[in-house]
């Protein structure tokens, strides 16, 4: 997807911008995050531990999506990880469950079917994969063979060094 389309996309409505991405597991063990706006670390703690607690608490059969503060907070549970997002009141909470769903497809396919120890012993490997496929809280690449092209190219350029 060109920025041009991207762009025409997020003014028809559908937009997703991430505010922030958290992963945890149900144990309330942060394993990644990713920050889109400037808050401060004590901010950042407070928002996360305030998130998973609400996140974890919730039933199973319940609704992904919750209203949270001033945003709109969009999770889902893979295996024993919660993948979390918040995005603003106005934007689109299916796509950013379609862009949780890719981030998963993207790691499953880098780490032949991903589990917790791979993003543990991984976690720099997890982050550049989410970096290539968004960026600023944006859809940056909709093609997963050319995010896993971009990242097979960073790793044999590391593999030469």
Same mark, same amino acid.
């Given at each position: 997807? $060109?920025?041009?389309?991207?762009?025409?996309?997020?003014?028809?409505?559908?937009?997703?911008?991430?505010? %922030?991405?958290?992963?945890?597991?149900r144990q309330g063990k942060?394993?990644?995050q990713k920050w889109y706006?400037?808050? #401060?670390?004590?901010?950042?703690?407070?928002? $996360?531990?305030? !998130?998973?607690?609400?996140?974890?608490?919730?039933?199973?059969?319940? @609704?992904?999506?919750?209203?949270?503060?001033?945003?709109?907070?969009?999770?889902?549970?893979?295996? #024993?990880?919660?993948? @979390?997002?918040?995005?603003?009141?106005?934007?689109?909470?299916?796509? $950013?469950?379609?862009?949780?769903?890719?981030?998963?497809?993207? !790691?499953?396919?880098?780490?032949?079917?991903? @589990?917790?120890?791979?993003?543990?012993?991984? %976690?720099?490997?997890?982050? %550049?994969?989410?970096?290539e496929f968004l960026l600023?809280?944006?859809?940056?690449?909709?093609?997963?063979?050319?995010?896993?092209?971009?990242?097979?190219?960073?790793?044999?350029?590391?593999?030469?060094?």
């Amino acid at each position: 997807m $060109t920025r041009q389309s991207s762009r025409a996309w997020s003014e028809r409505g559908a937009r997703a911008a991430m505010q %922030f991405m958290l992963l945890f597991s149900r144990q309330g063990k942060l394993r990644l995050q990713k920050w889109y706006v400037p808050l #401060s670390d004590k901010e950042k703690k407070k928002i $996360t531990r305030e !998130l998973v607690q609400t996140v974890l608490a919730r039933k199973p059969k319940m @609704c992904s999506f919750l209203e949270w503060r001033d945003l709109k907070i969009v999770y889902k549970r893979y295996a #024993s990880l919660y993948f @979390c997002c918040a995005i603003e009141d106005q934007d689109n909470e299916l796509i $950013t469950l379609e862009i949780i769903h890719r981030y998963v497809e993207l !790691l499953d396919k880098y780490f032949g079917s991903v @589990c917790e120890l791979d993003i543990i012993f991984n %976690f720099e490997k997890a982050y %550049f994969i989410l970096d290539e496929f968004l960026l600023g809280g944006e859809v940056q690449e909709t093609s997963k063979k050319n995010v896993l092209k971009a990242i097979e190219q960073a790793d044999l350029l590391q593999e030469s060094i």
